[in-house]
């Protein structure tokens, strides 16, 4: 799926050309090229582009699972903002006892806030680590904002924002990510192909679980269980004092016993 995404970008460097080929390696020995030489090159191939859209489901953005099985994804974003650098240590003790993969979106500020946690969650299987950049902000190569939270200014500062933040990951579990979700979900779609060129796809999300973790427990529960074969749910795992947590564990159970699995967004082909 990746490599397909990147069918649609044309390459027109050589060193993009190699981050390519060293980001969908899995077994890659060299070392990663400069993160100022790709800066450059990427601002160059995307020079002068000016994006039309702006939103949650701008082109190129994967919301659903490619399969007619009846799995779901269940995917927790952790920010790190000043008051998300907490972990709802209730709802990834049941995940882990009751054996529910999930696919986390950590920022590098929650990592650096939780280095432990994050090592202890990226060591377990059922735990896909994905990248939610840098310093969580949207999206943009050219410097669009939503929900007061300032979007990249172009597409080096991207470049910036989605490579530091993959090789922080590789370098603490050896493995690059290959999923990114930027700060507040927010794109355009220029932002999105600039997201391929680094060997990422963009994952969005077509069940709003939690909104933020603003939802109440009851809330939670009731947008889950409206789950249809192949949904991405979006939900958090850093607000404990949220209702996020009991909304989930009250919801598995219930699809569980509708025939549902739970699987990891990289376990199916997105669309």
């Not at 050589?14 to 450059?40: C, G, H, N, Y």
């Not at 903002?81 to 590098?108: C, Y």
């Not at 370098?171 to 979700?181: S, V």
């Not at 739970?262 to 082909?269: A, K, L």
Request: with cysteine; proline share 5%.
């Amino acid at each position: 799926m990746v490599m397909s995404l990147f069918g649609k970008v044309r390459v027109v460097s050589l060193v993009v050309s190699l981050l390519l080929v060293w980001a969908v390696s899995v077994t890659a020995t060299e070392p990663a090229p400069l993160l100022d030489t790709i800066k450059q090159e990427v601002s160059g191939r995307f020079s002068g582009r000016k994006p039309l859209q702006w939103g949650e489901t701008v082109s190129g953005v994967r919301t659903r699972l490619d399969t007619r099985d009846k799995v779901v994804a269940l995917t927790l974003d952790a920010c790190g903002s000043g008051k998300g650098k907490g972990v709802d240590a209730k709802l990834m003790d049941f995940l882990a006892q009751e054996r529910i993969p999930a696919t986390l979106f950590i920022n590098a500020r929650w990592i650096d806030a939780n280095p432990e946690l994050f090592k202890r969650l990226a060591a377990n299987p059922l735990f896909e680590i994905a990248n939610h950049g840098m310093w969580h902000k949207p999206a943009s190569v050219a410097g669009r904002s939503v929900y007061g939270i300032q979007g990249t200014k172009d597409a080096g500062e991207l470049v910036e924002e989605i490579e530091r933040n993959a090789r922080k990951i590789e370098a603490i579990t050896g493995k690059r990510p290959r999923l990114y979700r930027s700060g507040t979900a927010y794109y355009d779609e220029v932002a999105v192909e600039v997201a391929g060129a680094l060997g990422h796809e963009v994952a969005g999300f077509s069940i709003l679980g939690d909104a933020g973790a603003t939802y109440s427990a009851p809330k939670v529960t009731a947008a889950l269980v409206k789950a249809a074969p192949g949904d991405v749910i979006i939900c958090h795992m850093n607000h404990p004092e949220s209702g996020t947590g009991a909304g989930i564990m009250a919801a598995v159970p219930e699809l569980l016993r509708r025939g549902f699995r739970f699987v990891r967004m990289s376990d199916y082909p997105l669309k």
